[in-house]
């Protein structure tokens, strides 16, 4: 399997980016988490499968000229693995920088595979997982 997600994956990726940063923008936290929080799991995403979503995701994340942090991200991504009926957890965490600022982050796992976001993630508090285990 090629590292470079190919043009329909980044087509796809685009699109879920742009919908999840919408939902984002328009609902209300609770209602993104509760969005979040259906569907069945499957089974864990590979991890080469797992690697050419986050790349493709990423990707636009860098490029699209509205905000596409994290959050976007890991929601478009959560979004992409249920499309193919996989399982996809979307992690939030938070946590206090050198300022004492706090900090929130979001990962996506399938499984024991990382997907995306989930660099450092050790330093974060766990604050809530959607699903629920």
């Known amino acids: 399997m090629s590292t470079r997600p190919p ?6 990726a685009l699109v879920m980016l742009a919908l999840a ?6 609902l209300p936290f609770r209602r993104v988490a509760a969005l979040s929080a259906r569907g069945r799991q499957g089974r864990a995403a590979y991890a080469q499968e797992a690697a050419l979503l986050s790349r493709a995701v990423a990707a636009w994340g860098r490029r699209v000229p509205w905000r596409a942090v994290c959050f976007q991200q890991g929601l ?5 693995l249920r499309r193919r009926g996989l399982a996809a957890r979307l992690h939030y965490g938070a946590r ?3 300022t004492g600022t706090l900090v929130a982050h979001v990962w996506v796992r399938s499984g024991e595979v990382d997907v995306i976001g989930c660099d450092r993630v050790e330093r974060y508090g766990l604050l809530a997982v ?3 285990a």
């Open 130 to 132: 959607f699903p629920p």
């Open 7 to 12: 043009a329909t994956l980044l087509a796809e």
């Open 96 to 98: 206090r920088d050198e």
């Open 76 to 80: 478009a991504t959560q979004l992409m």
């Open 21 to 26: 940063s919408l939902l984002i923008a328009i």
